[in-house]
Protein backbone atom coordinates (compact mmCIF):
# COMPACT_ATOMS: atom_id res chain seq x y z
CA UNK A 1 0.00 0.00 0.00
CA UNK A 2 1.45 3.37 -0.78
CA UNK A 3 1.17 6.76 1.04
CA UNK A 4 -2.17 8.17 -1.24
CA UNK A 5 -3.99 4.75 -0.37
CA UNK A 6 -3.23 5.24 3.05
CA UNK A 7 -4.14 8.50 3.07
CA UNK A 8 -7.00 8.14 1.28
CA UNK A 9 -7.68 4.96 4.08
CA UNK A 10 -7.64 7.20 6.88
CA UNK A 11 -9.74 9.74 5.52
CA UNK A 12 -12.18 7.17 5.22
CA UNK A 13 -11.82 5.99 8.91
CA UNK A 14 -11.80 9.42 9.97
CA UNK A 15 -15.33 9.69 8.23
CA UNK A 16 -16.42 6.65 9.43
CA UNK A 17 -15.77 7.49 13.16
CA UNK A 18 -16.98 11.47 12.78
CA UNK A 19 -13.47 12.92 13.24
CA UNK A 20 -13.45 16.29 12.12
CA UNK A 21 -10.50 18.10 10.30
CA UNK A 22 -11.29 21.75 11.64
CA UNK A 23 -9.09 22.39 15.14
CA UNK A 24 -10.26 23.96 18.37
CA UNK A 25 -8.46 27.15 19.52
CA UNK A 26 -4.69 26.82 20.02
CA UNK A 27 -5.26 30.22 22.54
CA UNK A 28 -8.39 29.27 24.95
CA UNK A 29 -8.24 32.66 25.80
CA UNK A 30 -8.91 34.04 22.38
CA UNK A 31 -12.92 33.61 23.09
CA UNK A 32 -15.44 34.16 25.20
CA UNK A 33 -18.86 34.33 25.73
CA UNK A 34 -20.51 37.31 27.07
CA UNK A 35 -23.88 38.79 26.96
CA UNK A 36 -25.55 37.11 24.44
CA UNK A 37 -23.04 37.02 22.29
CA UNK A 38 -19.15 35.83 21.24
CA UNK A 39 -16.34 37.41 21.56
CA UNK A 40 -13.06 36.54 19.09
CA UNK A 41 -10.13 38.38 19.68
CA UNK A 42 -8.47 37.89 15.56
CA UNK A 43 -4.69 38.86 16.96
CA UNK A 44 -4.58 35.66 19.18
CA UNK A 45 -7.00 33.48 16.78
CA UNK A 46 -4.25 32.32 14.37
CA UNK A 47 -6.71 29.45 13.15
CA UNK A 48 -9.05 31.91 11.02
CA UNK A 49 -6.16 33.86 9.39
CA UNK A 50 -6.64 32.17 6.04
CA UNK A 51 -9.68 31.99 3.88
CA UNK A 52 -10.61 28.67 4.01
CA UNK A 53 -9.90 28.35 7.61
CA UNK A 54 -11.98 27.38 10.61
CA UNK A 55 -12.47 26.88 14.38
CA UNK A 56 -14.61 25.18 16.90
CA UNK A 57 -15.70 26.43 19.64
CA UNK A 58 -17.15 24.28 22.21
CA UNK A 59 -17.64 24.69 25.93
CA UNK A 60 -17.83 27.59 28.11
CA UNK A 61 -21.39 27.22 28.55
CA UNK A 62 -22.31 27.21 24.64
CA UNK A 63 -24.84 25.61 23.35
CA UNK A 64 -24.78 25.02 20.60
CA UNK A 65 -21.09 24.38 19.10
CA UNK A 66 -19.94 26.62 17.07
CA UNK A 67 -18.61 26.45 13.88
CA UNK A 68 -16.62 30.01 12.87
CA UNK A 69 -14.53 29.99 9.32
CA UNK A 70 -13.26 32.53 6.99
CA UNK A 71 -14.41 31.78 4.04
CA UNK A 72 -13.47 31.91 0.03
CA UNK A 73 -15.48 35.32 -0.17
CA UNK A 74 -12.96 37.13 2.58
CA UNK A 75 -16.18 37.04 5.22
CA UNK A 76 -16.20 35.53 8.72
CA UNK A 77 -19.14 33.06 8.98
CA UNK A 78 -20.30 31.71 12.14
CA UNK A 79 -23.14 27.66 12.42
CA UNK A 80 -24.34 25.63 14.50
CA UNK A 81 -21.51 23.06 13.91
CA UNK A 82 -24.22 20.02 14.08
CA UNK A 83 -25.13 18.50 10.94
CA UNK A 84 -28.91 18.49 10.70
CA UNK A 85 -28.46 15.29 9.65
CA UNK A 86 -27.28 13.62 12.73
CA UNK A 87 -25.62 15.72 14.51
CA UNK A 88 -21.52 15.56 13.48
CA UNK A 89 -19.39 18.27 12.99
CA UNK A 90 -18.81 20.61 9.80
CA UNK A 91 -15.52 21.55 8.00
CA UNK A 92 -14.88 24.04 5.74
CA UNK A 93 -13.80 22.72 2.32
CA UNK A 94 -11.34 25.53 1.23
CA UNK A 95 -11.65 26.92 -2.80
CA UNK A 96 -15.06 25.17 -2.20
CA UNK A 97 -16.73 27.97 -1.19
CA UNK A 98 -19.13 25.34 1.26
CA UNK A 99 -18.84 23.86 4.64
CA UNK A 100 -19.20 19.76 4.82
CA UNK A 101 -19.98 17.54 7.76
CA UNK A 102 -16.87 15.10 8.67
CA UNK A 103 -19.39 11.97 8.15
CA UNK A 104 -19.42 8.94 5.33
CA UNK A 105 -22.68 11.11 3.96
CA UNK A 106 -20.81 14.46 3.49
CA UNK A 107 -23.67 16.98 3.73
CA UNK A 108 -22.82 19.69 2.13
CA UNK A 109 -23.95 23.26 2.80
CA UNK A 110 -23.87 26.95 1.46
CA UNK A 111 -22.16 29.74 3.55
CA UNK A 112 -25.75 30.40 4.82
CA UNK A 113 -26.74 27.30 5.78
CA UNK A 114 -28.62 25.56 3.07
CA UNK A 115 -27.90 21.96 1.89
CA UNK A 116 -26.82 21.66 -1.38
CA UNK A 117 -25.48 17.54 -1.03
CA UNK A 118 -25.90 14.37 1.17
CA UNK A 119 -27.86 13.58 3.74
CA UNK A 120 -29.10 16.73 5.37
CA UNK A 121 -32.78 17.93 4.47
CA UNK A 122 -32.72 20.92 6.55
CA UNK A 123 -30.76 24.00 7.18
CA UNK A 124 -27.83 25.31 9.04
CA UNK A 125 -28.31 27.69 12.07
CA UNK A 126 -26.94 30.88 11.55
CA UNK A 127 -25.57 33.79 13.34
CA UNK A 128 -24.75 37.12 12.54
CA UNK A 129 -21.67 38.22 12.26
CA UNK A 130 -19.53 41.60 12.92
CA UNK A 131 -16.08 42.75 13.32
CA UNK A 132 -14.87 45.95 15.39
CA UNK A 133 -11.00 46.24 14.36
CA UNK A 134 -9.55 42.69 15.41
CA UNK A 135 -12.67 41.92 17.66
CA UNK A 136 -15.33 40.05 16.18
CA UNK A 137 -19.02 39.47 17.64
CA UNK A 138 -21.04 36.93 17.24
CA UNK A 139 -24.24 37.30 17.96
CA UNK A 140 -26.60 33.92 19.94
CA UNK A 141 -29.78 35.21 19.79
CA UNK A 142 -30.09 35.56 15.90
S1 LIG B 1 -24.36 13.57 10.27
FE1 LIG B 1 -23.86 14.88 8.66
S2 LIG B 1 -24.28 13.75 6.88
FE2 LIG B 1 -24.86 12.46 8.49
Request: net charge neutral; with cysteine; aromatic share 6%.
Amino acid sequence: MNNNQIEVMMKFFKRLLGICETPLPADSDAWAVQDGNVRINLSRMNELKNPGSGVRLEGKGLDPRLLVFHGDDGQYHAVANRCTHMGRRIDPIAGGSVIQCCSVSKSTFTYDGRPVGGAAQRPLKTYGISQDQETLTIKLDE
